[in-house]
Nanobody, 126 residues
């Protein structure tokens, strides 16, 4: 397992931007694909974006494509989610997860992510 800690959440107006981060413990961060998921009150956890272990491949949910950008800095053991043109429906607790892989794996199934952070709240007002 990997220990993950999210940060950077907050409250913004619709149309605004926010960047959240997930810091991982350990020395093998580069061996893990990373993903961002979100969960709104009363709803199931939903896929947002994922990035392969080297950062060479990225995958986005249709709902955020063109607005959000996932990136990682393996030297800092950190994955980021830049959120632009935020909408009220983006309001949720955002979680990062990790998936160990021997190759440039990408996925959107939360069941395949073995470790999770505590989440960070993102609230978008209208």
């Amino acid at each position: 397992q990997v220990q993950l800690v999210e940060s950077g959440g907050g409250m913004v107006q619709a149309g605004g931007s926010l960047r959240i981060a997930c810091r991982a413990s350990g020395r093998t961060f580069s061996e893990y694909a990373m993903g961002w998921f979100r969960q709104a009150p009363g709803e199931e956890r939903a896929f947002v974006a994922s990035i392969s272990r080297s950062g060479s491949s990225k995958y986005y949910a249709d709902s955020v494509k063109g607005r959000f950008a996932i990136s990682r800095d393996n030297a800092k053991n950190t994955v980021y989610l830049q959120m632009n043109s935020l909408k009220p429906e983006d309001t949720a607790v955002y979680y990062c997860g990790s998936h160990y892989s021997d190759y440039e794996w990408l996925g959107d199934d939360p069941q395949l992510f073995g470790s999770w952070g505590q989440g960070t709240q993102v609230t978008v007002s209208s």
